[in-house]
Each structure stands twice: as C-alpha cells, then as structure tokens.
C-alpha cells in the first residue's frame, strides 16, 4: 500500500505548467500557431557542443544554466497523452569568457531504463496508464489491473540544490543527484527513507545559511497529511544526501481523504506560508485507477465552492499559528515573494480564478493551432497583505490593512479568522500579454524582503512567448517580445558590485517552431530590458520547465 501511496504524489508534479493556463480572464487571441515542435522528441548532446554568440555576453558571467524538462513523449509506438509525462531531459548552457557550451542528456531514471529496455511504456505517467504487459497471458493481464503502481521517479521539474549537492526533482519521493558538470545521474534519493512522507515539491526555499525549507504530503492510517520539511546546511560525509532532515509541522487538510495539490508555497523571513487551494485529490479515484483503467490524472478535480486558507507556520518553533487568512477559490503554482513589514505579511504570488484547465496540456491539444487554441487562460499576479499582531482587542468587521496606496483588504470576522482580498501587481495592459507566469526575482539579496522588480513570461499561448519585467512602484512594466520564439524562464544573474537591485542579466532558452535547429540562450540587461547578446544552439530543444543558475565565481 506505501509504494502505491508513493505515486498518489505523483499527482503533484503534473500540475508544473498548469498555472500557464489558469483563467482568470478569457480573451479571444486569434489563429495561434501550432507548437508541436516543441512538444516533440529530441536526441540528447550528452557531449559539449559550441555556440555561435551574436552580440556581446558579458564576461563576468561564470557558470552555467541547469534546465529541466520533458524530452521523450514516446517508446516504441505507445506515445504519453500528456505533456508532463515525457521523460526528463537536462540542458547545461555554460558560460565562460563570453563563449557558451551546449549539452543535454536523458536522466536514466527506472522510468527512462525500463521503458527503453523494452521499448515501449511500462512505467505510468500522470496521463499515461502504462498497459499490460502483451507477453502475458489475458488472466495475468487481467490480474496486473490489481496491482499497485510504483511512483515514477522520472524527475523532469526542476534542478534543485541541498547541502551543495544538485538534484532533479518532480515531485514523488524519489529525486537523482547528478553531476552539474557532466549531467550525469550519480544516485537515486528517497525522501522517505529520511522522514515519513511520500514526496516534496520541486520548488525548496533557502534562509542566507543555507537552510532549505520545503514540503511534502504524508498518507497515514488517519488520512493525509501536509508537511514542513526543514533540511540543515551542513553534511557529515561526502556521501551525505538528506540526512538530518526533519518534519518541522504536520497540517490536517480540510478533508483528509480530498487533499489540495500544492506546487509550491511562500515564505518570509519567520513564516513558511501554505496555500491550502481548492484543487483537489480523490484519493480514492487514485487508489483505485488502474483497476478502472483511468490514469491519474482522473483523480484530481477543481472546487469553485471552497474558500482558499492560507497557513503561517512559525519557522523557529514549528508551530502552526492559530489565526487562519482565507479568501475566494483560487488556483497558484508559483509565488513570487513574502515578506513582512510594519505588522504584515506581504504574501505575493500568480494566481487566478480556476484550476481546471490541465487538460490543455495534453499532447493532442498542444499540437492543435489556429481556432483551436483561440481562447487563451491567463494567470497574473497578486498580493495578499496578511495581518500578524490579532488579539482579542482586534476589531471585528473592518478591514485592518492600514499600508497607504493598497487596495487589499483584511476583514477578521472571528479571533482566528481573516478574510482577505488581493491587490493587483500589474496594470491593465498586461492582459495584452497574456497575464504573467514563471516569476523570478532578485532572489540572492530580495527573498524574504521588501523588493520592487519581478521577471516572467508573458502567455498568450499555452507556453511563454514573452519575457516581462515588472516594477512594483509604477505598476509598468517592460517587455522583450519576438514573433515565433518562444522564452523558458527568465533566470536573474546579479552582476559584480551590484548596488541597484536590478543590477544584472537575464538568461531564458529561446526556442522557435519554425525553423530549425533554432535554439538560443538569449542574455538580456536586467535594467533596461534590451539583448546583451545571444548563444545559437544547433540541436533543437523542446519547451522545459525550470532551471537554476550554477555559479562557479
């Protein structure tokens, strides 16, 4: 039963993309073009290859950018119905004296070894069921329909990093730890071989020292479990992976047999914050799937009828605090920053008013162009200014958000219950661009602390087809935009010296359906928003999910 509960967490790293697509407002954007190439199957460069740099990239840029992503979507000829399920492919863009390397490789994860070595789909995927073996006999067929599925360890998310080592995760219980340099896989890590849960996010927080919080489910006798997972800075050996790690608080879902999928969660200085969101988990649908022939993707389903919570967990004491901030159903996979100022809690994030939209990531609606993808979903960003110092004298009834120039509100309606609503982080001409998704800031010296800048992609289609730059005190924003390419990411480099925030580069893959062998990694100049200069690849890439930026200075 532990193995199959295991992949109940699988459900979690399906939802990566998801945000791209969540609509807070319908907006007609007529005849977009058809992306399969970037949804389709490539080689691997498991070797560097040269680029050709056009422009200038700044020769104090030491290290490389780590990317994840799918980059397989088919063995034999059984294909994966669903984006998220192609197996993971990492890049490596190093940058050394103004000149960049290229190379990829495949993650032999047990997924990745086991489908290749009989050449077709034996491991399951968030919407691939994998189908009975042929070989077998129709009762061994049929008796394989009660088995449990073991979790896919196809780590396809995100280049994560503990006590100095990197790993890929998704978001089950098993993360690799692989070579930066070389990409190669050095060790499969199994979460709960440390603590007793059955996953954690592909998107860990760090305090200056090194600390990383994150979190993870657990599935128990008495139902499910969210979990704040802290792991120490320091390693005892060179063969050190997760050891130390421990279970920082435990929260009881709403319902503990319909939990909410969390892709991420904020945090500030003294809080882990924990969006308890309306997009939900039938565990039993889950359980029970591959005896109905559904894959997991059946099991997960949205609530417009339940309230979002939002949970502030005390990171010195491990305490849940007893105030609990609720507002409107909404959906988020990605917050950009949380910080606290004069009794607040600013809880900043991209989010929008729906969460079921996964299905626009199947392959077959991805390949699709035209009238087909016409209504486009936006997410945008917003922030919620929570309350901190409630008392039994806090007045009932009346909004207690007191910062000048915030439109937010927070309404305590009993002793432990804030109802919140959000303030816009943008004007209105960011419709225009499709909202804004995949934020990053200056994560070094801002994270946890008052900020004005936020990067991200603009979505006008189902993927990134711009890279925007936000300023919180004008509201304005600016945009790098060309037809046909569409950015990964944006990832901040803080350059030498740097005074100013926004003091730096941004690097995004930059890749195009129509030529190619068109690949680039564009650099830009954080203030101004203008092309420094650009590396072209030629191997074609396929749209990843994240990336980090591995200094070696």
Known sequence: MHDHIHSIWYIMSIWIFAAAAQKTYFTKVHGLPNITPLVSSVQETPEPIPTTVKGTIPTWIHGSLLRNGPGKFEFGNQHYNHWFDGMALMHRFQIEDGQVTYRSRFLCSDSYTQNSERNRIIVSEFGTLALPDPCKNFFQRFLSRFEMPKPTDNASVNFVKYKGDYYVSTETNCMHRVDPDTLESKQKVDWSK???????????????????????????????????????????????????????????????????????????????????????????KIVTGRLRGKSLNEGV?????????????????????????????????????????????????????????????????????????????????????????????????????????????????????????????????????????????????????????????????????????????????????????????PVFILSPNAEEEDDGVILSVIITPVKDKSTFLLVLDAKTFEELGRAEVPVNIPYGFHGVFNSSA
């Open 301 to 489: 389903y949205w609530d417009p009828n339940q309230e979002t919570i939002f949970h502030l967990i005390d990171k010195q004491t491990g305490k849940e605090m007893p105030v609990k901030y609720y507002t409107k159903a909404l959906s988020t996979f990605h917050q950009i920053n949380a910080f606290e100022q004069d009794g607040f809690l600013m809880l900043d994030m991209c989010c929008s008013d729906d969460g079921q939209s996964i299905n626009n990531f199947l392959i077959q609606n991805l390949r699709q162009s035209g009238e087909a993808l016409d209504e486009v979903i936006r997410p945008y960003p917003r922030r919620f200014v929570l309350p901190l110092n409630i008392t039994s004298e806090t007045p009932l009834e009346q909004n207690l958000n007191t910062r000048p120039d915030s439109t937010a509100t927070a309404v305590c309606h009993t002793k432990n219950q804030i109802f919140c609503t959000f303030e816009d982080l943008h004007g209105e001409d960011l419709k225009d661009y499709g909202g804004l998704e995949f934020p990053h800031i200056n994560y070094a010296r801002y994270n946890t602390k008052p900020y004005r800048y936020y990067y991200g992609c603009g979505f006008r289609h189902l993927v990134g087809d711009s890279l925007i730059k936000m300023d919180l005190e004008s509201k304005k924003f600016k945009v790098w935009r060309q037809p046909d390419l569409y950015p990964s990411e």
């Open 194 to 284: 440390f603590i007793a849960v059955n996953g954690a996010t592909a998107h860990p927080h760090f305090d200056p020292d090194g600390t990383a919080y994150n979190m993870g489910n657990s599935y128990r006798n008495k139902g499910a479990f969210y979990n704040i997972i802290r792991v120490p800075p320091e390693r005892d050996g060179p063969e050190d992976t997760l050891e130390g790690a421990k279970i920082l608080c435990s929260i009881a879902p709403r319902d503990k047999s319909k939990p909410s999928y969390y892709h991420s969660f904020g945090m500030s200085e003294n809080y882990v914050v924990f969006i308890e969101q309306p997009i939900k988990m039938d565990l039993f």
